[in-house]
């Protein structure tokens, strides 16, 4: 497609629940990334894959988050036993390279922790 | 490590009124950077990006951008800002992921 698609829109979960939310990067475009948006503003990188490889990984909580890029499937990140904190506005990008490439983003996935 | 800092939290400007929004950067080497915008609700939009040559980048929307190294700043300005303008602007610097800064919020006045 021509624009990264990220669903759902807005997803709510209890204490403890499990989270999941996928992403279509652009058609073509061999770079994904996930960014989590908190308190509004702060935009902190999660983590970045090249086709289905891990590419950097460095901003991801390791105990209860995951990722995923899969061959003609969607990518997903989930969240295991979410907490309050998790509550923020998840975005992900896509790009044609790794370097001085131009990120395209979704339009994010709410998610609320209750 | 990079960092991206944009001293301005919130700006109010008139419309019609030209408008600066201020980003400095820390990056080791020459930096690819980038200006985004932020809608209420909505995901981010590129107004425009520095990579190397000309030091003044010329956007979408009327948006420009100077890259100037010896002050490591990389400047947003508009000459005439519309109500549509209003939003969220978030500088950033690129090393295989971005680093944003923490946004300006711009609000617009009759």
């Known amino acids: 497609g021509e624009e990264v698609a990220q669903t759902p829109k807005h997803l709510v979960r209890g204490e403890g629940q499990k989270a999941k939310l996928y992403c279509a990067p652009i058609?073509?475009?061999?770079?994904v990334f996930w960014y989590q948006q908190v308190l509004k503003n702060e935009f902190k990188f999660l983590i970045s894959?090249?086709?289905?490889?891990?590419?950097?990984e460095t901003g991801m909580p390791k105990e209860r988050f995951s990722a995923k890029c899969l061959p003609n499937s969607p990518c997903s990140l989930e969240i295991q036993a979410t907490k309050l904190e998790d509550s923020a506005v998840y975005f992900c990008?896509?790009?044609?390279?790794?370097?001085?490439?131009?990120?395209?983003f979704g339009a994010g996935t709410r998610l609320s922790v209750l | 490590a990079q960092s991206v800092t944009q001293p301005d939290i919130h700006i109010t400007v008139s419309e019609g009124a030209s408008l600066e929004l201020r980003c400095n950067y820390s990056?080791?080497?020459?930096?690819?950077l980038f200006w985004y915008v932020q809608s209420p609700g909505q995901g981010l939009q590129l107004l425009l990006k520095y990579f190397s040559g000309d030091t003044l980048v010329q956007g979408i929307k009327g948006f420009e951008a100077e890259f100037k190294r010896s002050q490591s700043s990389f400047n947003l300005r508009k000459p005439s800002v519309h109500w549509s303008d209003a939003a969220e602007y978030f500088c950033?610097?690129?090393?295989?992921?971005?680093?944003f800064g923490t946004g300006t919020r711009l609000t617009i006045i009759p």
């Open positions: 990056y080791g080497a020459t930096p690819y």
């Open positions: 058609k073509g475009h061999s770079y």
């Open positions: 950033a610097v690129e090393d295989e992921k971005l680093t």
């Open positions: 894959f090249q086709n289905e490889n891990v590419f950097d």
């Open positions: 990008a896509s790009s044609q390279s790794w370097e001085g490439n131009i990120q395209y």
